[in-house]
């Protein structure tokens, strides 16, 4: 029969710390809240060999008394509450008396401190619970506590602590977290003899975020400020084009408490929909502020998990704070509203009568991408997406060809070049052959021979396609392969033999890649990048990235530690474009994280996955027939599997018996 014994007090208190305790992570956390709840304005947290070997937090708040020193070590004792009845209103970020006394049981703890009645400071020392004396001691008034060799009485625990630059990414996310929350506090956090960052504490969200998460991240951050009912919603919210990969961004702060909640996690996302990409998640830094009894934080032992008594009146508060955000001008689509104001500008200048010719028109592009650069949305994407629409009276009808607006022209025209796009494959190699229509509009009948003189240059290039086609496969050599067009710009369609084959695009390129990213895996044809990005990651992210570095390598991404919670990418496969390096490197640390358990070889598969879905061109891309055709080649002939590296399936076939049993012409 088992014998139940009472444990010994050191025992139970090992067992106590473990709740509290976890990684040096929390100790910071449980020592910032406690200098926060002290009053200060200024916070320096200081760590060594990732918080192992020392933690030292420092602040300028009211201090601690001498005689109650001793007593702030006793577990359940704190100065935040006092009966049940307060539990229900509860301001303050610690009230459980459980930090202290739980961090003395597993480090050995120096606290320094003085208050504005004494005479001098008080230093005190406790060693895996046992107090090893007080005295007297000099610093200004506040309080210092010094954490050394954490979990030097529990081996166990040691062994499951991970690298010491892994625990110092947990520590930075923690201190990160807590300066934003409190923006008003000046928070200096310096790791390995460096300082990470320090906040200006001028009680601006704003100032904070460009502190902790960087320039980039929070130079186009939007402001929110609303309330409804007895919920007040403030913060910072990213507008849709600068979403990011992953959920790493998202920063909830409930009271001046940080929380991990679906709640309000939901309601910032339901206010996107409809703005955001598929596989886009807005970053936010965003706190609700409530009357703390309808909230109930005791719930977790960390704190970071919270129970609403009106979950849907939090939700809606969330949700509609958000969307008056997004609602104001300028927040959402700024690339039309930029469009619009170059349109105005330079078009005095460009309608002058002299300049039509063909010498005229290089200098338009010149301010096409001047003017770009001065957007924050990233310039080439936007060029590059523009520059090709802008011969829209090649393919339409003369009435258009004499228009001299290369950028008014390119709204109107869009949907008739599409069209004809499918119907004449003749239309998109025809730039060169611009300036002709433009210097005589009053002769579109004379132009056609110029096209006629080109058009033999372009017959011996299409015919040898199907040729290349026949080869390799097994169809007859009559029964050659001719595009018929592309539909929604994403989906090619042609023809071969009695079959009629639909092609993804965006899938049949991705599978392309894949296999041509295999097949060179362990020397993948890698760019070094001119200029490194540096990607802003959580702890987590970082940590994923940084442990996998080897594998990232092997396949083309070659990415360096550049302190805090920030990687520096210096190379990426050729085939990815530099505006597309930092949603790769997030999504990979956000895949790394949530398939950790997988195998090596599996991650690297599904890393090979990432970079050709990059890669590939994307549904609503132009391309020219060529590309298309090429691409519906290799398909066909079955140069690759017909299914994207993602399982989907990449053509779909309809034969010419099929078509006409539904018009009814066979019975």
Same mark, same amino acid.
């Given at each position: 029969m088992a014998v139940i014994h009472v444990l010994d007090p050191h025992t139970a208190e090992l067992i106590a710390a473990g709740e509290v305790v976890e990684?040096?992570?929390?100790?910071?956390?449980?020592?910032?809240?406690?200098?926060?709840?002290?009053?200060?304005?200024?916070?320096?947290?200081?760590?060594?060999?990732?918080?192992?070997?020392?933690?030292?937090?420092?602040?300028?708040?009211?201090?601690?008394d001498t005689e109650y020193v001793p007593t702030a070590f006793i577990r359940h004792a704190t100065s935040k509450i006092r009966t049940e009845s307060d539990l229900e209103n509860i301001h303050t970020l610690g009230f459980r008396g459980e930090a202290l006394a739980s961090i003395a049981s597993v480090a050995r703890v120096e606290l320094l401190t003085c208050?504005?009645?004494?005479?001098?400071?008080?230093?005190?020392?406790?060693?895996?619970?046992?107090?090893?004396?007080?005295?007297?001691?000099?610093?200004?008034?506040?309080?210092?506590?010094?954490?050394?060799?954490?979990?030097?009485?529990?081996?166990?625990?040691?062994?499951?602590?991970?690298?010491?630059?892994?625990?110092?990414?947990y520590v930075a996310e923690t201190v990160q977290r807590m300066a934003l929350s409190h923006p008003e506090v000046s928070i200096r956090f310096v790791r390995e003899g460096k300082m990470q960052f320090r906040t200006p504490g001028d009680g601006s969200r704003q100032s904070a975020a460009h502190a902790v998460l960087g320039r980039e991240f929070a130079r186009d951050l939007l402001a929110v400020d609303a309330a409804l009912h007895a919920y007040r919603v403030t913060g910072l919210i990213t507008p849709p084009r600068a979403c990011r990969a992953s959920r790493s961004m998202q920063f909830f702060f409930i009271n001046g408490r940080f929380v991990k909640n679906r709640t309000m996690m939901a309601a910032l996302e339901a206010a996107y929909k409809g703005t955001l990409m598929q596989g886009k998640f807005p970053g936010c830094v965003l706190e609700l502020t409530m009357p703390p009894e309808l909230v109930d934080v005791n719930v977790h032992p960390a704190k970071t998990e919270v129970r609403f008594a009106r979950e849907n009146e939090v939700f809606d508060a969330v949700y509609k704070a958000v969307?008056?955000?997004?609602?104001?001008?300028?927040?959402?689509?700024?690339?039309?509203?930029?469009?619009?104001?170059?349109?105005?500008?330079?078009?005095? =200048?460009?309608?002058?009568?002299?300049?039509? *010719?063909?010498? +005229? &028109? #290089?200098?338009? $592009?010149?301010?096409?991408?001047?003017?770009?650069a001065e957007?924050?949305?990233? =310039?080439?994407?936007?060029?590059?997406?523009? *520059?090709?629409? +802008? &011969? #829209?009276?090649? $393919?339409?009808?003369?009435?258009?060809?004499?228009?001299?607006?290369?950028?008014?022209?390119?709204?109107?025209?869009?949907?008739?070049?599409?069209?004809l796009v499918e119907e004449k494959e003749e239309t998109l190699p025809l730039k060169?052959?611009?300036?002709?229509?433009?210097?005589?509009?009053?002769?579109?009948?004379k132009e056609p021979e110029a096209p006629a003189a080109a058009e033999p240059r372009r017959e011996p290039a299409a015919n040898p396609q199907p040729e290349q086609i026949a080869l390799p496969g097994t169809q007859p050599q009559t029964e050659s392969l001719r595009l018929v067009g592309e539909v929604f710009r994403?989906?090619?369609?042609?023809?071969?033999?009695?079959?009629?084959?639909?092609?993804?695009?965006?899938?049949?390129h991705e599978r392309i890649l894949y296999e041509q990213l295999v097949s060179r895996r362990g020397a993948p044809g890698s760019q070094m990048l001119l200029t490194p990005v540096t990607v802003q990651l959580s702890a987590a992210e970082k940590s994923a990235v940084l442990q996998h570095r080897d594998m990232l390598a092997e396949n083309g991404v070659e990415t360096d530690d550049f302190g805090g919670n920030a990687v520096l990418v210096r190379s990426v496969p050729a085939d990815i474009a530099p505006d597309d390096v930092e949603d790769l490197v997030v999504e990979l640390a956000d895949r790394l994280i949530t398939n950790s358990r997988q195998a090596l070889t599996e991650k690297a598969e599904w890393v090979l996955h990432s970079?050709?879905?990059?890669?590939?061109?994307?549904?609503?891309?132009?391309?020219?027939?060529?590309?298309?055709?090429?691409?519906?080649?290799?398909?066909?002939?079955?140069?690759?599997?017909?299914?994207?590296?993602?399982?989907?399936?990449?053509?779909?076939?309809?034969?010419?018996?099929?078509?006409?049993?539904?018009?009814?012409?066979?019975?």
């Open positions: 990684r040096p992570a929390s100790v910071v956390k449980e020592l910032l809240e406690n200098a926060v709840d002290a009053g200060a304005s200024q916070v320096t947290v200081t760590i060594e060999r990732g918080g192992v070997q020392r933690i030292e937090v420092a602040d300028n708040g009211s201090g601690i208050t504005p009645e004494d005479e001098f400071a008080c230093l005190y020392r406790i060693e895996g619970g046992q107090e090893k004396g007080m005295e007297p001691a000099a610093r200004p008034v506040g309080t210092t506590i010094t954490v050394r060799d954490l979990f030097y009485n529990t081996p166990a625990r040691m062994k499951f602590l991970k690298k010491d630059s892994t625990e110092g990414t969307k008056l955000a997004l609602e104001v001008p300028g927040s959402g689509e700024q690339q039309l509203e930029f469009a619009e104001q170059k349109k105005t500008s330079p078009a005095p =200048p460009v309608k002058n009568e002299p300049q039509p *010719a063909s010498a +005229a &028109r #290089p200098a338009m $592009p010149a301010v096409s991408w001047q003017k770009p957007n924050t949305v990233k =310039p080439q994407n936007f060029t590059e997406k523009i *520059a090709p629409s +802008a &011969r #829209p009276w090649q $393919p339409v009808a003369g009435g258009f060809a004499s228009q001299p607006l290369p950028y008014g022209a390119p709204v109107r025209s869009e949907p008739s070049l599409d069209i060169n052959e611009i300036p002709k229509p433009v210097s005589e509009p009053s002769l579109p009948e994403t989906y090619i369609v042609a023809q071969r033999g009695d079959e009629i084959c639909f092609i993804d695009k965006h899938a049949a970079i050709a879905c990059r890669a590939a061109v994307k549904a609503g891309d132009r391309n020219r027939p060529e590309e298309l055709l090429a691409l519906a080649q290799q398909i066909l002939d079955g140069e690759v599997p017909p299914f994207c590296p993602h399982g989907r399936p990449v053509i779909l076939k309809l034969t010419r018996k099929e078509l006409e049993k539904q018009f009814g012409r066979q019975g």
